[in-house]
T-cell receptor, first 118, second 112 residues
Framework: GAVVSQHPSRVICKSGTSVKIECRSLDFQATTMFWYRQFPKQSLMLMATSNEGSKATYEQGVEKDKFLINHASLTLSTLTVTSAHPEDSSFYIC??????????????FGPGTRLTVL | EDQVTQSPEALRLQEGESSSLNCSYTVSGLRGLFWYRQDPGKGPEFLFTLYSAGEEKEKERLKATLTKKESFLHITAPKPEDSATYLCAVPYSGGGADGLTFGKGTHLIIQP
């Protein structure tokens, strides 16, 4: 149980293009999903919190117009990196919190998406 | 400001050599401390949640303990497959509701 998937696992794009990353909870419903970014040899940094049916909450320093988040259903959240630049190259990881056991604060992570912007 | 500090940054052990990883935290009102394992190029894999001082949890060769200021991840008779980066994290009271603040991790290498 508590499986989270991400697609794609790896993407290479040209500077100026947009990239969409999907995060799905496969065997549970997630009212809240989180998006993190991890640079090489660094830990995960929270970018934004995504709540089903409402606007995402972004962390300080994260541009909401650049990183568009949509949480249209209880099992799917998407992150779109708009007009990507080389400095956006990173490992993007989503996590989800089970709707039923949300009081436990436990989060389950997807396998990550490696974005490389040329 | 919530802080999570892990030590050591890296640890190299021989197979079968037990040791402990440390996670010290400074938060206002702990709502859980989480341990994850992360393999290179993959997302973190959930290991344990601890909620109160004195609590202990075990899974195979791993045991996590919690005090009011720190948590330890004890690894007993490790095997090479236990090699990974171990992360601890706490929920924080920042803008993201219950987003996690992570430590930088301990990179553990178990040599056969």
């Amino acid at each position: 149980g508590a499986v989270v998937s991400q697609h794609p696992s790896r993407v290479i794009c040209k500077s100026g293009t947009s990239v969409k990353i999907e995060c799905r909870s496969l065997d549970f419903q997630a009212t809240t999903m989180f998006w993190y970014r991890q640079f090489p040899k660094q830990s995960l940094m929270l970018m934004a919190t995504s709540n089903e049916g409402s606007k995402a909450t972004y962390e300080q320093g994260v541009e909401k117009d650049k990183f568009l988040i949509n949480h249209a259903s209880l099992t799917l959240s998407t992150l779109t990196v708009t007009s990507a630049h080389p400095e956006d190259s990173s490992f993007y990881i989503c996590s989800a919190r089970d709707r039923v056991s949300s009081f436990l604060n436990e989060q389950f992570f997807g396998p990550g998406t490696r974005l490389t912007v040329l | 400001e919530d802080q999570v500090t892990q030590s050591p940054e890296a640890l190299r052990l021989q197979e079968g050599e037990s040791s402990s990883l440390n996670c010290s935290y400074t938060v206002s009102g702990l709502r859980g401390l989480f341990w994850y394992r992360q393999d290179p190029g993959k997302g973190p894999e959930f290991l344990f949640t601890l909620y109160s001082a004195g609590e202990e949890k075990e899974k195979e060769r791993l045991k996590a303990t919690l005090t009011k200021k720190e948590s330890f991840l004890h690894i007993t008779a490790p095997k090479p497959e236990d090699s990974a980066t171990y992360l601890c994290a706490v929920p924080y009271s920042g803008g993201g509701a219950d987003g996690l603040t992570f430590g930088k991790g301990t990179h553990l290498i178990i040599q056969p």
